[in-house]
């Protein structure tokens, strides 16, 4: 698939690009937001047969469990088997032709930076993505940048992305004064509502039930049923760079339940240092 550039992506410290070959870099990851986290990241070095995702498509499957409820493999939600980035990637951390990838577990919260390591095997792209919590479907995301195989460190920062699979409510999933709102906090790939109320805005939880989405039941706008797990794709449009959410000063009602002074951001919203060992 055609390779995206990210907009507001700088690079510092670039040498000359050699050719390809297998190294292990070690990847930073900082969030730049005031009260946002990020769910584990998805990282995926790969050929240009493989793509995580292409602002300006609609958002796949696998994006949209990762994009509404932070769900990259079937460990986190065996509800997701067959649908998720593993399936669609095949196993972590093996060579599978056309990518490797691996899940780096553990929230980032605001203002922190985690570190850790990854091996490339010879693929030629990198590409990494992460929910924020508490939203809808966003998500934080870089889109198939050449690896730099010359020794040195290099920075890029990343934007935000709204997934397009779920319409931005805003509302928390134990919400039952709005019509259509309410249930129980299952989560899954199309399940409204966001983790809302308070600070800090979500528990420090892995569980898809701590992402605080919901059981979605009900129809679409063309009266088509929609059942647990299931959702219409593009009900917000192709993945595009998030507006930002709304928010309101009340957590118990309003048309938001996030906190516009705490969860609101702006772009960008997360930076990523690679640095490339010298051989």
Same mark, same amino acid.
């Given at each position: 698939m055609a390779v995206t550039k990210i907009a507001g992506l700088t690079a510092l410290a670039l040498g000359t690009l050699?050719?390809?070959?297998?190294?292990?870099?070690?990847?930073?990851? &900082?969030?730049? %937001?005031?009260?946002?986290?990020?769910? #584990?990241?998805?990282?995926?070095?790969?050929?240009?047969?493989?793509?995580?995702?292409?602002?300006? &498509? #609609?958002?796949? %499957?696998?994006?949209?469990?990762?994009?509404?409820?932070?769900?990259?493999?079937?460990?986190?939600? #065996?509800?997701?088997? !067959?649908?998720?980035?593993?399936?669609?990637?095949? #196993?972590?951390?093996?060579?599978?032709?056309?990518? &490797?990838w691996h899940r780096f577990g553990g929230l980032v919260a605001p203002a922190t930076t985690l570190t850790y390591t990854f091996d490339t095997m010879d693929k030629p792209l990198l590409s990494l993505a992460s929910m924020l919590i508490p939203t809808n479907d966003a998500f934080v995301g870089l889109d198939s940048i050449e690896i730099p195989t010359e020794p040195g460190t290099y920075s890029y920062y990343l934007n935000a992305y709204d997934a397009g699979t779920e319409l931005n409510d805003e509302l928390n999933?134990?919400?039952?004064?709005? &019509?259509?709102? !309410?249930? %129980?906090?299952?989560? !899954?790939? !199309?399940?409204?509502?966001?983790?809302?109320?308070g600070a800090p805005p979500i528990a420090p939880s892995m569980s898809v039930g701590g992402l605080g989405v919901a059981v979605q039941v009900g129809q679409d706008a063309d009266g088509n049923a929609i059942g647990a797990n299931e959702v219409v794709d593009g009900t917000d449009g192709p993945v595009h760079i998030h507006r930002n959410t709304l928010g309101d000063t009340s957590a118990t009602d309003g048309a938001s339940d996030l906190n516009s002074t705490v969860h609101r951001w702006l772009n960008p919203v997360a930076k990523v240092t690679i640095v490339v060992p010298a051989a």
């Open positions: 050699s050719s390809v070959h297998a190294v292990e870099l070690e990847i930073s990851i &900082t969030n730049l %937001t005031q009260g946002n986290y990020f769910t #584990p990241r998805l990282v995926v070095a790969h050929t240009d047969a493989a793509d995580v995702f292409e602002v300006g &498509t #609609p958002a796949s %499957t696998a994006l949209a469990w990762l994009a509404e409820a932070g769900v990259i493999d079937d460990a986190q939600e #065996p509800a997701s088997a !067959g649908q998720n980035f593993e399936a669609v990637l095949g #196993p972590a951390d093996t060579d599978n032709g056309s990518n &490797t999933s134990t919400r039952t004064d709005i &019509t259509g709102v !309410g249930g %129980t906090a299952l989560g !899954g790939y !199309g399940a409204p509502g966001v983790a809302g109320a």
